[in-house]
């Protein structure tokens, strides 16, 4: 695992970002493998913690990173360790805490995800892990063809 972080061995009095130019807090790498994930949301989430730009909301946070991981190794990678993930986390303290997760698969339409609340959808294996990162994060936005996930809590 790699991290480089843009602040000093002190955590940072405030948290800022410029939305133009991204000053990354840390930027992760990990393999498309799901024992690679654990250890990589302890390493992010202890930075959030550090940061505080986001106090009170981290097991939203945590739990909303989890997921995006996981579908970024079971779908993105294909489950394959040889494949690279990256996380990237900043913070902003008017608009605050910022994650993308980028994944090397060839992408997904996030509009034709079933609703997993709603019909037969309720027995599906698939599906709730982005119905929670909508529901766990303030700003969810997909890019890059899916292959990128945008997520903010304010």
Not at 38 to 66: F, H, N, Q, Y
Request: charged share 25%; with cysteine.
């Amino acid at each position: 695992m790699e991290h480089s972080s843009s602040s000093s061995a002190q955590p940072p009095q405030s948290c800022n970002f410029d939305a133009e130019k991204l000053d990354l807090k840390l930027s992760v790498t990990l393999s498309g493998d799901r024992d690679a994930i654990d250890p990589v949301v302890r390493s992010v989430m202890k930075v959030v913690r550090e940061m505080k730009c986001a106090e009170g909301r981290e097991d939203a946070i945590e739990l909303a990173l989890t997921e995006a991981l996981a579908n970024a190794v079971v779908h993105g990678a294909k489950s394959d360790p040889s494949k690279v993930i990256e996380c990237d986390v900043a913070c902003d303290e008017q608009r605050g805490m910022l994650i993308v997760v980028r994944d090397p698969g060839p992408g997904f339409d996030p509009a034709e995800i079933a609703n997993p609340c709603h019909g037969e959808n309720i027995y599906s294996n698939h599906g709730r892990g982005i119905y929670l990162i909508n529901q766990l994060m303030d700003d969810v936005q997909f890019h890059k063809n899916g292959t990128e996930i945008h997520m903010r809590k304010k």
